[in-house]
């Protein structure tokens, strides 16, 4: 039996009870202008010390200006209950969240599907004012007997809403173990078919519930042989060999019947019910879950790590549960019993969290987010959970591993369990051996990103052999010319960005030998290279058909090696897929400078062909990986009064083409460039200004988990509303932006020294192509040196420079832990896409108001919303053939403080918004598109129409949800982009948004359909 900290002695009931009722007998002349929360429930918090004192002490009450320590405010009633999350007894702690973190530690008994005896840990959550109440006080009690009634404000219990139930579907999942054709041979199958899938069928499948495809546990109607195995499926890791103990058991089951927590409400209000009997006697016959793993490090987390993660306070609902927005989304079980299917998940998630290609377990973000900063750490919401680390006291990871559990610190916990997946994983990888760059002689033209085509000869691709000496500094030995081995002579040589392979054992770059020869992936495969003959062959459409060349050359550039060995890379052949859908064909001009080709992203398939991943009319390069496996990369976007090089991230399935930072002038820099994940996954990149030169700038690393960022002191840039330069409290706003280098700006006008080209090193510190002598990035002057970065600190030292050439675009060679490559699905709060079949894209907006108030400006200040009947799209056009400079584009080249652009776009249509804000439409795959609203920014008398300054992309057979509706948008989009209000009490998680969220009007009407003949002929856009 599981200890609970609400089984309090009777006697403590008795004091609830009295609490209760003696609140019905108070008298006196205010009674009745009170309420039970004023009577009963503000003093005890006030007796606990959460309210502003006689002694003019206080915690956790507003500034004034909607911020509060701990995002939680006691000022009232009202306030305290918009963080109705800290209001439910989630997870394994057995009390609500309000009360974890106020009481001292206690003990919990944790358990898992093998029925073992319970593990019993002491709770180390932490909280700044400390411990305040005890088990035993009438403070608890009183606390803990209103919250589990209601925490109504008379302490009436709530109602429980009538809910809405969406019909079921037959659409099962996906998994590679799963067999849609065969029944399981296993003999509780035909038991599970006969009682089982028709409660399932019956009371959990409806369509927001678990037969939506966000749900963790999707089921079907069942109704179907293979609907009805994939149920089985599903479920069967969800019991345990102690049937009561079963997760889909507890969860459905009513509190007061022993169930725990549920999303979904009560299913089961006793455990009489047939249906409950049912699933009882099924699991009881299963006896425990199928496809455990046995590797020794799911093992190791399941018995050791999770626990801790109980232990620190990770699993509370508004920080690491399954609904909040960021990527490390913990499954909190089921009142402290961990089923398979939830500790399996909990183990991905972590496992992703790991940097095992590091001798230095800190380099991990797992453990760096939660370092103090004296230790190396990095930004957390959570606070430094693990101190110092060793710093103090070493570990000793052995008793880590094998000793008591409660006596153990987390962070040794999971630094042995660190040592134990890197042994498991890595004992045969590459280690790190080696540095790739390229020496090029200096060039004195703008070389910026966009002028990859412009011929630059004297280019040599280097190879350095290196390793990490005792101290973590890179020590360098021989040194092999890739040039080389491939044939390439540095005199007539160009040369730009190599790659290595997620194995560390093959190296890509690009290459071109003549001004009238197109740039070329070469591969290096230990004492090889060659041209990737993929890649350089004839480009076809999907039909099979060349593609024409329009007179130009054929560039393919900038690869980037997926974590199964795919390659990405960026090329100017144009539309290779879904080319019915576009009015031109082959290479195109880019409408930034039709001087210039136009490039997108390409991948090379395992099979032998060539998949478009992006559309767009101005450039896309510069990609990379994430370690989850997401695409990230720099594209250039221009609109009239507006320009910007920024950071994008797509999956490699073509889905959620998604902003990723550096979209908005608010962040003070026009270009970011050259982004790449670092060992902690915190991005690191490089910050200019239009017209600096060579790709140079200022260094910079992003913890993107922080949400947004604002920098700029321009009023001009805070479109919708100039008075956001002043909202950021400085108690309360984090900056996830970190300048590494302030001397090096990244700025016109001046700067002492500039970067380019940053590259993980797997200890955690960046490569960097560094000029320490530059002084205007309008007129570079410096010459690039290889130096080594600590992305904490700043502090630069050097490793290679030669005195006659630059040393650019550095990577390190090793082999990296290989998580796979991220697949688009509805179960990501941050990117609920579906890649399915056709040559069109579907787009439900859940609310195009908040869609419109991200448009423009994105800042943690407040949404202004827009009220919209509807919204037109617009297609982006490249030039017209023969446009090759601006002196050609005729009346579509207009000119604003950026310079001079070519804008021609053609109306695709208008679509209704429905009456709940929702909207959908079909739009033809691929085809760049953008939105004008009617809006009132900054300086407009009243609402005028107004076009998105950014081309966006669905991919052909795309099924998105963009946006989300405002009632839940501050519970899951507020933690990073601010709440609609600006007010940060208002942010806090809702449970079942993931299942609610695309509940509107839309999702059930016909999209309108925007694939037909555009209405009218392409026009010049309209000034912004």
Not at 557 to 580: C, E, L, Q, Y
Not at 810 to 826: H, L
Not at 934 to 948: E, M, P, R, T, Y
Request: charged content about 20%; some cysteine; aromatic content about 8%.
């Amino acid at each position: 039996m599981r200890f609970r900290p609400r089984s309090a002695p009777a006697s403590l009931a008795l004091v609830a009870l009295f609490s209760v009722t003696a609140g019905c007998e108070r008298s006196g002349s205010d009674y009745g202008n009170t309420t039970f929360y004023d009577r009963k429930i503000e003093p005890a918090i006030h007796t606990a010390g959460c309210t502003p004192s006689g002694a003019g002490s206080s915690c956790h009450v507003s500034d004034g200006n909607g911020n509060a320590d701990g995002n939680l405010s006691f000022e009232s009633y009202d306030t305290l209950t918009l963080r109705r999350d800290l209001l439910v007894d989630y997870g394994p702690y057995g009390v609500p969240g309000l009360l974890l973190k106020v009481l001292p530690p206690f003990k919990l008994s944790l358990t898992n599907w093998r029925a073992e005896d319970p593990l019993i840990i002491t709770t180390a959550v932490t909280h700044d004012a400390k411990n305040q109440i005890d088990f035993t006080s009438a403070q608890y009690v009183t606390l803990d007997t209103w919250i589990r009634n209601g925490a109504a404000e008379n302490n009436a219990p709530p109602a429980v809403p009538a809910r809405q139930l969406d019909p079921c579907t037959e659409s099962p999942g996906r998994d590679p173990l799963f067999d849609p054709a065969t029944d399981p041979a296993t003999p509780d199958y035909g038991t599970f078919v006969a009682t089982v899938a028709p409660v399932v069928s019956a009371r959990c499948a409806n369509g927001n519930c678990h037969g939506a495809s966000s749900n963790a546990l999707h089921l079907t109607c069942g109704t179907t042989p293979e609907g009805t195995r994939w149920n089985y499926f599903a479920l069967q890791d969800y019991v345990s060999a102690d049937a009561t103990a079963s997760e889909i058991l507890r969860r459905a089951l009513a509190p007061e019947s022993g169930g725990t927590f549920h999303e979904g409400g009560t299913v089961f209000a006793s455990r009489d019910d047939p249906g409950y009997v049912a699933i009882q006697n099924w699991a009881a016959q299963k006896g425990g879950p199928t496809n455990v793993p046995t590797n020794p490090g799911f093992e190791f987390f399941a018995d050791r790590v999770q626990p801790m993660l109980v232990k620190r306070g990770c699993m509370m609902l508004g920080c690491h549960s399954a609904s909040m927005f960021h990527d490390y989304r913990l499954r909190g079980g089921s009142g402290g019993q961990f089923s398979l299917a939830t500790t399996r998940r909990n183990y991905e998630l972590s496992l992703e969290q790991l940097a095992l290609e590091s001798p230095d377990p800190n380099a991990s973000r797992l453990i760096a987010k939660n370092l103090a900063p004296e230790a190396g750490g990095i930004r957390h919401r959570g606070g430094s959970l693990f101190g110092t680390g060793q710093l103090d006291t070493p570990c000793d990871l052995n008793a880590a591993a094998t000793g008591p559990i409660d006596d153990q610190k987390p962070y040794c916990v999971i630094s042995a369990w660190f040592k134990e997946e890197q042994a498991e994983r890595m004992a045969s990888a590459t280690p790190f051996s080696g540095v790739v760059y390229v020496k090029r002689a200096a060039t004195s033209g703008p070389d910026t990103p966009q002028d990859y085509a412009a011929y630059q000869p004297g280019a040599e691709v280097i190879e350095n052999a290196a390793s990490f000496g005792a101290d973590g500094s890179v020590a360098l030995a021989g040194q092999t010319s890739l040039s080389a081995l491939c044939g390439l002579a540095p005199a007539t040589t160009d040369a730009r960005r190599p790659a290595v392979s997620w194995d560390g054992k093959r190296v890509a770059f690009a290459a071109r030998t003549s001004a009238n020869d197109p740039y070329r992936v070469y591969l290096v495969n230990g004492g090889s290279c060659a041209v990737d003959a993929v890649i350089d062959a004839p480009a076809e459409d999907e039909r099979g058909d060349p593609i024409p060349l329009n007179g130009e050359l054929v560039h393919n550039f900038d690869p980037a090696f997926a974590p199964d060995g795919r390659i990405v890379f960026a090329s100017t052949r144009g539309n290779v897929m879904n080319t019915a859908a576009f009015s031109y064909q082959g290479p195109q001009r880019t409408p930034a400078d039709p001087s210039r080709l136009n490039a997108n992203l390409y991948v090379e398939e395992l099979d032998g062909h060539v998949r478009q991943l992006t559309f767009l009319s101005n450039q896309e390069f510069l990609p990379s990986f994430m370690r989850d496996g997401r695409l990230i990369f720099t594209t250039e976007k221009r609109a009239p009064n507006f320009y910007q090089l920024a950071g994008r991230r797509m999956n490699l399935d073509g889905g959620d083409y998604h902003p990723l930072f550096g979209q908005r002038s608010t962040i003070d820099f026009t270009q970011f460039t050259d982004v790449v994940e670092l060992a902690d996954k915190n991005l690191a990149f490089i910050l200019s200004d239009q017209g600096a030169e060579r790709g140079a700038g200022t260094l910079a690393v992003l913890n993107r988990s922080v949400g947004v960022d604002q920098l700029s002191e321009t009023d001009a840039d805070y479109t919708v509303d100039p008075a956001a330069i002043a909202t950021p409290n400085k108690p309360f706003y984090q900056h996830s932006l970190k300048i590494l280098d302030a001397n090096a700006t990244g700025k016109l006008g001046g700067t002492l020294g500039a970067y380019r080209n940053p590259a993980p090193l797997p200890n955690g510190n960046l490569l960097v192509s560094y000029s320490p002598t530059t002084a205007a990035l309008e007129a570079f002057s410096g010459k690039f040196e290889l130096v080594v970065v600590n992305p904490q600190t700043g502090a630069r030292t050097p490793l290679v420079s030669d005195p006659a050439a630059d040393c650019l675009w550095p990577v390190a060679v090793y082999e990296k832990p290989n998580n796979g490559v991220f697949a688009s699905r509805y179960d990501e709060a941050n990117a609920a896409v579906f890649i399915g079949s056709g040559s069109n894209a579907t787009v439900t907006v859940l609310d195009m108001g908040v869609l419109g108030s991200l448009l423009f400006q994105n800042t943690r200040s407040g949404r202004e919303i827009p009220s919209l009947g509807s919204f037109s799209v617009y297609e982006d056009l490249p030039p017209e053939p023969g446009v090759t400079d601006f002196g050609s584009g005729g009346s579509y080249v207009l000119s604003d403080k950026y310079g001079q652009q070519y804008i021609r776009r053609q109306l695709l249509g208008s679509v209704p918004v429905e009456s709940d804000n929702s909207a959908s439409m079909l739009l033809p795959g691929g085809v760049p598109v953008s939105l004008e609203i009617n809006a009132k920014l900054a300086g407009d008398g009243g609402a005028v129409a107004h076009q998105q300054r950014e081309e966006m992309q669905f991919y052909p057979g795309e099924r998105a949800h963009q946006s989300f509706r405002r009632d839940l948008f501050n519970g899951l989009c507020g933690g990073c982009h601010g709440s609609v209000s600006g007010r940060e009490l208002e942010l806090a998680v809702k449970p079942d948004i993931l299942t609610t969220a695309s509940q509107v009007t839309a999702r059930d009407k016909s999209p309108t359909d925007l694939t037909g003949t555009p209405e009218g002929p392409p026009a010049v856009a309209p000034a912004n």
